[in-house]
């Protein structure tokens, strides 16, 4: 089972040196969680959800969430030139013009809006997505009491993944080697539209679709929300 002290010990790491510190302050220096929470890791770890970071409230994250796009989406990265981030496309629309700013919902979020959290989730994307609409996706994961990213999580994660493999391959096996990623950002969805992502050499693309759109080449991560 994964041990939630160091996931806050290796989340705050990678805060402090983002200059994201009020994040890692937001953290419990001891993570504890409930009985019921523990089983909820081993339950975790039987989906395939083997990875996990921890987040401080979703309040703090989207009050400081230009200076996250700065430190995870703009500021050089330590990889290959041709894997190197440049100005990120936002936009809340599906657009060829970025406005600078995203979709992402602020409520029914799982319990991110109450405090710190785990969020615990499987290192590759989900097999049974492939192809699927946003809103199909969403519904396979109601089911399940599942949960997909948030649009802070998605650019935290990636950043995260690119320093540690050298490239935007995000997963763990990716489904080839493009060192690209394509993902469905499924918690920051509305009634309307959802985020997508695009990671890759020309750096980071987020737009909103429709949640009947589909693409069989963007992927979808799932995962659980545990609070601290």
Request: charge should be neutral; aromatic fraction near 10%; charged fraction near 25%.
């Amino acid at each position: 089972m994964m041990e939630p002290q160091n996931i806050v010990v290796a989340s705050c790491r990678f805060y402090h040196q983002h200059n994201l510190a009020d994040w890692a302050d937001a953290l419990p220096a001891t993570a504890s969680l409930t009985a019921h929470d523990r089983v909820a890791l081993i339950q975790a770890a039987k989906h395939g959800f083997t990875a996990a970071f921890a987040f401080p409230p979703f309040a703090l994250q989207m009050a400081t969430f230009d200076r996250l796009v700065d430190e995870t989406a703009r500021k050089p990265a330590p990889v290959p030139d041709n894997q190197q981030y440049r100005e990120p496309f936002l936009a809340d629309d599906w657009s060829r013009t970025p406005n600078g700013k995203v979709l992402q919902r602020t409520d029914d979020l799982g319990g991110r809006e109450w405090g710190a959290y785990l969020f615990l989730f499987s290192p590759n994307p989900m097999k049974k997505c492939w192809g699927l609409t946003g809103k199909q996706i969403r519904e396979q994961f109601e089911a399940k009491d599942w949960h997909g990213l948030t649009v802070p999580e998605y650019l935290v994660l990636q950043r995260f993944f690119c320093e540690k493999q050298g490239d935007h391959r995000f997963f763990e096996n990716p489904q080839d080697d493009a060192g690209a990623h394509a993902l469905w950002l499924i918690d920051s969805m509305d009634d309307k539209n959802c985020s997508v992502a695009l990671g890759n050499g020309r750096g980071i693309n987020i737009q909103a679709a429709s949640i009947n759109n589909r693409d069989r080449k963007r992927a979808a991560l799932a995962g659980m929300v545990a609070p601290m």
